[in-house]
């Protein structure tokens, strides 16, 4: 256990982890844009420049990995005066219009400049103009807002194994795009916006629903399959506007492209809440039946008893092996036991079988 | 009495065919000298026999096509041959004894070898470079061949550190030390990487060294490879080196051939082969890291240090990543000793260092010179001093990382401490002179385009801060400066190499910061007067006539493309400085100088 000292505050820490995680063992926070703690050291943003005793020129926390006897310097005048320069020069290349952004209130490049009190720009100059945008029904991409910090690249390697997007170009035009900056067409299981620190990354779901005030939180967990990942419903009034999920549960934060995007189905006029009895209309011309006139409302009792009868008329009339039953993947391994445990003991079959074998 | 052929004496031409000599038309030269002597042998009988031999870059690209005549022990060297003269050189030179006076060298081409020291270059212009014959007969393998049976890998690397050669791809770290650093690194695996990656504007060292010596790189990796326990070797070079690539893959072959790469090599139990890599030609591919990534199939993007790639490196493995200049070294040096190497140059840089040497100097071309020469030796005694006599102003040193060192500063001794110390570098060896002509506002936004299209993009410093400070450079030569932009520029160069990644970014503002240094009145004139004291920048320039200079001529009127001048036949002349585009053209065509440039 190498023995540092960071602010004067000395520590014994695990041999091998960085500066930047030693330094949060202190409760001394460094600012960072590109770190992320479950993808590995990118060192790009500048932001965590420390000093260590001995080393000739400021180095990144993010990257450093701490040594015996590690002599941190966090904050200093110099080193201050280069991350403001580091966030001027972002800031230089930014639209800036916190005003209307999705993520203003959620957006870390917004919340350093506040506290470092940027609001004259010394360097002003010419800004990234994209306007192509992206035809995919899920991620709004703005790749103006986009600081290059490479999370969003990372995460869909590192995590989610796609790797549909990466960087491309040099210099000052180097941007984060899909092969041949085609339209992304990937899993959009939305990690990648839900590790990019400014809004160059939201959801197209979420535009003009609502930003922070007035917004609950509700954890809930996600019921569209038996993994059970945890979500965290963005509410305003009354409408969910917004899935995530918060990085200490059990799916870690990442979620699928259902849990987080398909949301929309909660205030759906559409969305059925009793169940409906198929009625048998007597109309000859099939193409004049409509929906309304197919279905009626019932209870659940009602409902329930109606499936009953009809199993058990169908299972006297034609024997047990006359039913099967498929189950589903959205339910939970508890559901799933009582179903085939029904199909067994209740009919009397065994042709039970189970969609996640297909 | 007729002789038969082999008692006939030889005789040896010898064409240049690096790339300088490729482009003048080298192997035309070589097929128009065969096509000669077969015409000749019909009428008459030869007393000699005629032997080519095709040679890489001996550096005076400015005069190529290089030919030598080698007749016993004399050698006449002729200069500018085009395949059309080859027939007068055959009939006056070979068959009557009378070299041709006309193409023959003159004093410069001895004035511009007179102060090198040939070591690396010596053989890249003597000996067939598509041959590994000729390589082993000036005594070529016989350092590998060496060391396989007399010394231990440690030996090796004492040998190099005490020979004390620096690294030559730019940043000079002891390559005994890098060496013996990757062989203590823990692990079975070691890989040797020849960095031929060569991106700075200008630089053609590596190249002309591998198309014109393959085998002293391939076997100064061998010589590492013993050295720090690596069986693989890979060379990254850039794609568009095409000749020098087809050359490292013949020497590759020829070496396989004379099993002198594969298995078990000279009976030492010792392996060895080289792979290729072709890089797609970005500057930052350079950086050791960005190479690894590179070669391992990912974009070229610098990491952080450390780890660094001695401990782990390609694969994750202990990897030296050498220059092809150093590694082109090693063979010398274990033939001759590292007592020999170390008694070339000055206190802490020894042996010799190729340049580059361009711009407004007469002797242009690529030049091998021993560490400590001064500065003003390269440029008037060897460089044959400026073009048209104009006045001399600075010298680039070290690519788009170095910076301008002034007239004042001429004294200064090429090597690692004393380039540093009055703020440039040696780099990998360009050398761009420059004269009373260039302005170095804009000489310094020349390479900080060049930077910040390199830029591999990944930290805020270098993708952001180069493109800031090149439009400050912008607005400064389009005359409109503001006073206080010397003093941004000065505070974010500064931010820039503190807070940047790698090498690209850390080194991009050295180009501001030395001009800054010496030449911040030609800064000032721009932003204060609106004025290019070199008259380089357009928008500062104002063309008028001086009417009573001007007869009338109208040479200017008709030379002018965009109809800005107008009057009378023998009277004064006028521009409209609403129409004048200031392309110089009246200027240029003035026979009686009345055309104003301010
Ligand atoms: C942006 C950048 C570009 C570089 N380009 C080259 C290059 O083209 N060739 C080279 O040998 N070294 C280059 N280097 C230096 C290498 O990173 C490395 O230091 C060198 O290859 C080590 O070899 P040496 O010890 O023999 O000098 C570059 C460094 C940087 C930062
Ligand atoms: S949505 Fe998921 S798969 Fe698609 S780019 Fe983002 S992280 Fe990758
Ligand atoms: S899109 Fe977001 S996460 Fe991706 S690189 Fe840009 S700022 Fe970072
Ligand atoms: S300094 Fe420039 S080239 Fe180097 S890592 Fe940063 S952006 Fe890339």
Same mark, same amino acid.
Request: glycine content about 10%.
């Given at each position: 256990?190498?023995?540092?000292?960071?602010?004067?505050?000395?520590?014994?820490?695990?041999?091998?982890?960085?500066?930047?995680?030693?330094?949060?063992?202190?409760?001394?926070?460094? =600012?960072?844009?590109?770190?992320?703690?479950?993808?590995?050291?990118?060192?790009?943003?500048?932001?965590?420049?420390?000093?260590?005793?001995?080393?000739?020129?400021?180095?990144?926390?993010?990257?450093?990995?701490?040594?015996?006897?590690?002599?941190?310097?966090?904050?200093? =005048?110099?080193?201050?005066?280069?991350?403001?320069?580091?966030?001027?020069?972002?800031?230089?290349?930014? =639209?800036?219009?916190?005003?209307?952004?999705?993520?203003?209130?959620?957006?870390?490049?917004?919340?350093?400049?506040?506290?470092?009190?940027?609001?004259?720009?010394?360097?002003?100059?010419?800004?990234?103009?994209?306007?192509?945008?992206?035809?995919?029904?899920?991620?709004?991409?703005?790749?103006?807002?986009?600081?290059?910090?490479?999370?969003?690249?990372?995460?869909?390697?590192?995590?989610?194994?796609?790797?549909?997007?990466?960087?491309?170009?040099?210099?000052?035009?180097?941007?984060?795009?899909?092969?041949?900056?085609?339209?992304?067409?990937?899993?959009?299981?939305?990690?990648?916006?839900?590790?990019?620190?400014?809004?160059?990354?939201?959801?197209?779901?979420?535009?003009?629903?609502?930003?922070?005030?007035?917004?609950?939180?509700?954890?809930?967990?996600?019921?569209?399959?038996?993994?059970?990942?945890?979500?965290?419903?963005?509410?305003?009034?009354?409408?969910?506007?917004?899935?995530?999920?918060?990085?200490?549960?059990?799916?870690?934060?990442?979620?699928?492209?259902?849990?987080?995007?398909?949301?929309?189905?909660?205030?759906?006029?559409?969305?059925?809440?009793?169940?409906?009895?198929?009625?048998?209309?007597?109309?000859?011309?099939?193409?004049?039946?409509?929906?309304?006139?197919?279905?009626?409302?019932?209870?659940?009792?009602?409902?329930?008893?109606?499936?009953?009868?009809?199993?058990?008329?169908?299972?006297?009339?034609?024997?047990?092996?006359?039913?099967?039953?498929?189950?589903?993947?959205?339910?939970?391994?508890?559901?799933?036991?009582?179903?085939?445990?029904?199909?067994?003991?209740?009919?009397?079959?065994?042709?039970?079988?189970?969609?996640?074998?297909? | 009495?007729?002789?038969?052929?082999?008692?006939?004496?030889?005789?040896?031409?010898?064409?240049?065919?690096?790339?300088?000599?490729?482009?003048?038309?080298?192997?035309?030269?070589?097929?128009?000298?065969?096509?000669?002597?077969?015409?000749?042998?019909?009428?008459?009988?030869?007393?000699?026999?005629?032997?080519?031999?095709?040679?890489?870059?001996?550096?005076?690209?400015?005069?190529?096509?290089?030919?030598?005549?080698?007749?016993?022990?004399?050698?006449?060297?002729?200069?500018?041959?085009?395949?059309?003269?080859?027939?007068?050189?055959?009939?006056?030179?070979?068959?009557?004894?009378?070299?041709?006076?006309?193409?023959?060298? *003159?004093?410069?081409?001895?004035?511009?070898?007179?102060?090198?020291?040939?070591?690396?270059?010596?053989?890249?212009?003597?000996?067939?470079?598509?041959?590994?014959?000729?390589?082993?007969?000036?005594?070529?393998?016989?350092?590998?061949?060496?060391?396989?049976?007399?010394?231990?890998?440690?030996?090796?690397?004492?040998?190099?550190?005490?020979?004390?050669?620096?690294?030559?791809?730019?940043?000079?770290?002891?390559?005994?030390?890098?060496?013996?650093?990757?062989?203590?690194?823990?692990?079975?695996?070691?890989?040797?990487?020849?960095?031929?990656?060569?991106?700075?504007?200008?630089?053609?060292?590596?190249?002309?060294?591998?198309?014109?010596?393959?085998?002293?790189?391939?076997?100064?990796?061998?010589?590492?490879?013993?050295?720090?326990?690596?069986?693989?070797?890979?060379?990254?070079?850039?794609?568009?080196?095409?000749?020098?690539?087809?050359?490292?893959?013949?020497?590759?072959?020829?070496?396989?051939?004379?099993?002198?790469?594969?298995?078990?090599?000279?009976?030492?139990?010792?392996?060895?082969?080289?792979?290729?890599?072709?890089?797609?030609?970005?500057?930052?591919?350079?950086?050791?890291?960005?190479?690894?990534?590179?070669?391992?199939?990912?974009?070229?993007?610098?990491?952080?240090?450390?780890?660094?790639?001695?401990?782990?490196?390609?694969?994750?493995?202990?990897?030296?990543?050498?220059?092809?200049?150093?590694?082109?070294?090693?063979?010398?040096?274990?033939?001759?000793?590292?007592?020999?190497?170390?008694?070339?140059?000055?206190?802490?840089?020894?042996?010799?260092?190729?340049?580059?040497?361009?711009?407004?100097?007469?002797?242009?071309?690529?030049?091998?010179?021993?560490?400590?020469?001064?500065?003003?030796?390269?440029?008037?005694?060897?460089?044959?001093?400026?073009?048209?006599?104009?006045?001399?102003?600075?010298?680039?040193?070290?690519?788009?990382?170095?910076?301008?060192?002034?007239?004042?500063?001429?004294?200064?001794?090429?090597?690692?401490?004393?380039?540093?110390?009055?703020?440039?570098?040696?780099?990998?060896?360009?050398?761009?002179?420059? *004269?009373?002509?260039?302005?170095?506002?804009?000489?310094?936004?020349?390479?900080?385009?060049?930077?910040?299209?390199?830029?591999?993009?990944?930290?805020?410093?270098?993708?952001?801060?180069?493109?800031?400070?090149?439009?400050?450079?912008?607005?400064?030569?389009?005359?409109?400066?503001?006073?206080?932009?010397?003093?941004?520029?000065?505070?974010?160069?500064?931010?820039?190499?503190?807070?940047?990644?790698?090498?690209?970014?850390?080194?991009?503002?050295?180009?501001?910061?030395?001009?800054?240094?010496?030449?911040?009145?030609?800064?000032?004139?721009?932003?204060?007067?609106?004025?290019?004291?070199?008259?380089?920048?357009?928008?500062?320039?104002?063309?008028?006539?001086?009417?009573?200079?001007?007869?009338?001529?109208?040479?200017?009127?008709?030379?002018?493309?965009?109809?800005?001048?107008?009057?009378?036949?023998?009277?004064?002349?006028?521009?409209?400085?609403?129409?004048?585009?200031?392309?110089?053209?009246?200027?240029?065509?003035?026979?009686?100088?009345?055309?104003?440039?301010?």
């Amino acid at each position: 256990m190498p023995k540092v000292t960071i602010d004067g505050k000395t520590v014994n820490v695990p041999e091998g982890i960085t500066v930047l995680d030693a330094a949060k063992r202190l409760h001394i926070s460094i =600012p960072t844009l590109c770190h992320h703690p479950k993808l590995t050291p990118f060192g790009g943003c500048r932001l965590c420049l420390i000093e260590i005793k001995g080393i000739p020129r400021p180095v990144t926390s993010c990257t450093t990995p701490v040594s015996e006897g590690m002599e941190v310097t966090t904050t200093s =005048p110099n080193l201050e005066s280069l991350r403001k320069t580091v966030l001027e020069l972002i800031l230089s290349d930014h =639209p800036n219009d916190c005003m209307v952004c999705e993520r203003a209130g959620d957006c870390t490049l917004q919340e350093l400049a506040y506290f470092y009190g940027i609001r004259e720009n010394r360097f002003e100059g010419e800004r990234r103009i994209y306007t192509k945008r992206d035809g995919n029904p899920f991620i709004e991409r703005d790749m103006e807002k986009c600081i290059l910090c490479g999370r969003c690249v990372k995460v869909c390697d590192e995590v989610e194994g796609v790797g549909a997007i990466d960087f491309a170009y040099r210099g000052f035009k180097s941007k984060i795009c899909p092969p041949y900056e085609k339209d992304l067409d990937c899993e959009f299981c939305g990690q990648c916006i839900a590790v990019c620190p400014t809004g160059a990354l939201t959801g197209k779901s979420w535009k003009q629903k609502g930003r922070q005030k007035e917004v609950r939180e509700v954890d809930t967990t996600c019921g569209y399959c038996g993994c059970g990942c945890n979500l965290t419903l963005h509410v305003h009034g009354n409408e969910v506007i917004r899935v995530d999920s918060k990085a200490d549960t059990i799916n870690e934060g990442w979620l699928c492209v259902k849990g987080r995007f398909g949301y929309n189905f909660i205030s759906s006029h559409d969305r059925l809440k009793k169940p409906l009895i198929r009625i048998t209309l007597k109309t000859r011309d099939a193409s004049r039946v409509t929906r309304n006139e197919v279905f009626r409302e019932a209870s659940w009792d009602e409902a329930l008893d109606y499936i009953a009868e009809r199993l058990k008329s169908i299972r006297d009339k034609h024997g047990p092996d006359s039913f099967a039953g498929l189950s589903s993947a959205r339910a939970t391994n508890e559901e799933n036991y009582l179903f085939q445990k029904f199909v067994r003991a209740v009919i009397g079959t065994n042709n039970i079988d189970h969609c996640a074998r297909y | 009495m007729e002789q038969s052929e082999e008692n006939k004496k030889k005789v040896v031409v010898r064409v240049c065919i690096g790339t300088g000599g490729l482009a003048a038309g080298g192997k035309e030269v070589i097929e128009a000298f065969k096509k000669a002597i077969t015409d000749f042998c019909v009428d008459i009988e030869l007393d000699f026999t005629c032997h080519y031999q095709k040679v890489g870059c001996r550096g005076f690209c400015a005069r190529d096509v290089l030919v030598d005549v080698v007749d016993g022990d004399t050698s006449v060297t002729y200069q500018g041959i085009k395949p059309d003269i080859a027939k007068r050189i055959v009939e006056e030179h070979l068959i009557k004894g009378e070299p041709v006076k006309e193409w023959l060298i *003159d004093a410069s081409y001895y004035a511009f070898h007179a102060k090198q020291l040939k070591i690396l270059l010596k053989d890249c212009g003597t000996i067939d470079p598509e041959d590994i014959q000729a390589y082993i007969n000036v005594g070529g393998y016989s350092g590998i061949k060496k060391i396989v049976s007399a010394m231990t890998p440690e030996d090796v690397i004492n040998e190099i550190k005490a020979s004390a050669i620096r690294g030559r791809g730019g940043a000079g770290f002891p390559t005994g030390v890098k060496w013996e650093a990757c062989r203590k690194a823990p692990g079975d695996v070691r890989y040797i990487v020849c960095n031929a990656d060569e991106g700075d504007p200008g630089a053609f060292m590596d190249r002309s060294i591998i198309e014109g010596n393959p085998h002293s790189v391939v076997e100064g990796l061998m010589i590492a490879a013993y050295a720090i326990g690596a069986s693989l070797g890979y060379v990254y070079i850039r794609a568009e080196y095409p000749a020098a690539v087809d050359r490292l893959k013949l020497a590759i072959a020829q070496a396989h051939e004379l099993g002198y790469l594969g298995n078990n090599l000279f009976g030492s139990g010792f392996h060895f082969d080289v792979r290729i890599k072709l890089g797609a030609g970005a500057f930052v591919c350079g950086e050791e890291t960005a190479l690894i990534a590179s070669i391992e199939g990912e974009r070229g993007m610098p990491r952080a240090k450390p780890p660094f790639p001695v401990h782990k490196g390609l694969w994750g493995k202990p990897t030296v990543i050498n220059n092809v200049e150093t590694l082109s070294n090693i063979p010398y040096i274990i033939r001759n000793g590292a007592a020999w190497y170390s008694a070339i140059g000055t206190g802490k840089s020894k042996g010799t260092k190729v340049f580059a040497l361009t711009g407004k100097v007469k002797n242009t071309g690529l030049i091998e010179v021993p560490m400590g020469i001064r500065l003003g030796e390269i440029i008037y005694d060897i460089g044959g001093g400026i073009i048209g006599n104009k006045q001399f102003k600075a010298v680039q040193t070290g690519g788009p990382s170095g910076g301008c060192i002034p007239a004042e500063l001429l004294d200064t001794p090429v090597d690692f401490e004393s380039l540093g110390r009055v703020g440039s570098i040696i780099g990998s060896g360009g050398m761009v002179v420059l *004269d009373e002509t260039d302005c170095m506002v804009n000489i310094a936004k020349f390479f900080l385009e060049f930077t910040q299209a390199e830029s591999c993009g990944k930290c805020v410093p270098c993708r952001i801060g180069t493109k800031r400070l090149l439009e400050i450079l912008d607005r400064i030569t389009r005359g409109l400066g503001k006073e206080g932009d010397i003093e941004l520029l000065e505070t974010l160069c500064a931010d820039v190499k503190a807070a940047s990644l790698c090498g690209l970014g850390q080194t991009a503002p050295n180009p501001i910061l030395s001009t800054l240094k010496y030449f911040r009145g030609e800064y000032e004139a721009h932003i204060r007067e609106k004025k290019c004291p070199a008259k380089v920048c357009k928008d500062l320039l104002t063309y008028s006539i001086i009417e009573e200079v001007c007869t009338g001529c109208g040479a200017c009127r008709r030379a002018c493309p965009a109809g800005a001048i107008a009057g009378d036949k023998k009277k004064p002349h006028r521009i409209d400085p609403e129409k004048c585009i200031k392309c110089g053209a009246c200027f240029d065509v003035c026979k009686f100088a009345s055309v104003s440039r301010e």
